[in-house]
């Protein structure tokens, strides 16, 4: 979904927005659909449910978190927290789901269905994303300007270390606690069910609270508090209790990191060009993702022999610690009054 980043937001801005979400969600339903009838060979899966999925999100992701910025100015955090909400209600849901429909009519038809709701879903939701402003058309496809901006450098900076931690936690913390903790198979998958659970509340919530902090400030703070929760509480503790209390500062901290970054974009380079700069932050998020889970999984097989997860948390708390750098930088380079509200 990341990769498509660029090309989304040009697409954003030179087409309806309902056009191009419609287009998104018929390209998801299609691929879950198609990878249905594929046999076991990965790299078919990589195509359809990797690539092809991929790019249909990506047409409906970049309009839905550009769009509330068009259409609020006072509340605009709150309103992007809403909208970014929406993956955390759909983890909620969708996982029990799927794992049901696989038990009782199969992978097929699990991919089958998930396919059909998708795109009707999408097909609803695409009526409402019409675009408050018409964006004037460039001559340049892809404009690079923002590259020289250091604003945007800190904030790419932040995207790649942010991203390359995120997904640690989502990841291992179930097979931390069977394995490490002794705890049971429901348990594990009980902490990704409060994470997700955690990061919607955030994504709310943090919006609310930028509202007085100010954006950056309140991004910054949320990254903070996200890699303390790995370092702090999941790093030097193995009991049940505390891996609890990890997954719920951890969501609630992390869904503050996804959602106020669009709002910060906003912020800085106004409404005109968002869809197009938010594609290009997605391009650090792709190099992160990318980066993050396949490294911390090699660090816990080779460096941990698969039964020390330290080196993987380590690895995810100090490139979190990292990202709160960068928007410490970018706090710094907007004003350097501590206490302005940013």
Not at 188 to 203: C, K, P, V
Not at 313 to 337: D, K, Q
Request: glycine share 12%; net charge positive.
């Amino acid at each position: 979904m990341n990769l498509f980043g660029i090309p989304s937001g040009i697409l954003c801005e030179r087409f309806d927005s309902r056009l191009v979400t419609f287009l998104g969600g018929l390209i998801m339903g299609l691929a879950l659909v198609v990878a249905s009838f594929c046999d076991s060979a990965v790299w078919k899966l990589l195509i359809t449910q990797g690539f092809v999925f991929g790019g249909g999100a990506s047409l409906v992701f970049i309009p839905a978190v550009s769009m509330p910025a068009q259409w609020f100015t006072k509340r605009r955090a709150l309103a992007v927290g809403f909208v970014v909400a929406g993956s955390g209600v759909g983890g909620l849901w969708l996982t029990p789901a799927t794992d049901h429909m696989i038990s009782a009519l199969g992978t097929a038809w699990a991919l089958r269905i998930t396919g059909i709701i998708v795109f009707a879903v999408n097909s609803v939701a695409s009526l409402f994303m019409r675009n408050r402003l018409v964006v004037q058309r460039r001559e340049k496809i892809v404009d690079l300007s923002v590259l020289r901006d250091p604003r945007f450098l800190f904030i790419f900076g932040g995207g790649i270390c942010g991203t390359t931690a995120y997904f640690t936690p989502l990841f291992l913390l179930p097979s931390f606690a069977i394995q490490v903790s002794g705890k049971s198979d429901g348990f594990g998958t009980n902490l990704i069910t409060i994470i997700n659970a955690a990061s919607t509340i955030g994504r709310i919530g943090t919006g609310q609270v930028a509202k007085s902090l100010g954006n950056i400030n309140t991004l910054s703070l949320c990254t903070f508090l996200a890699s303390l929760s790995i370092l702090a509480l999941w790093l030097p503790f193995d009991a049940g209790g505390t891996l609890v209390a990890c997954a719920v500062v951890y969501g609630l901290f992390c869904g503050g990191f996804i959602g106020l970054v669009p709002v910060v974009m906003a912020e800085l380079w106004g409404i005109q060009r968002i869809a197009t700069i938010i594609g290009l932050l997605y391009v650090a998020n792709f190099i992160g993702t990318m980066v993050g889970a396949p490294s911390s999984g090699a660090l816990l097989d080779s460096v941990g022999g698969g039964n020390d997860f330290k080196p993987s948390i380590v690895f995810s708390g100090v490139f979190m610690a990292i990202a709160f750098l960068f928007f410490v930088l970018l706090r710094v380079s907007v004003s350097r009054s501590l206490l302005k509200q940013i």
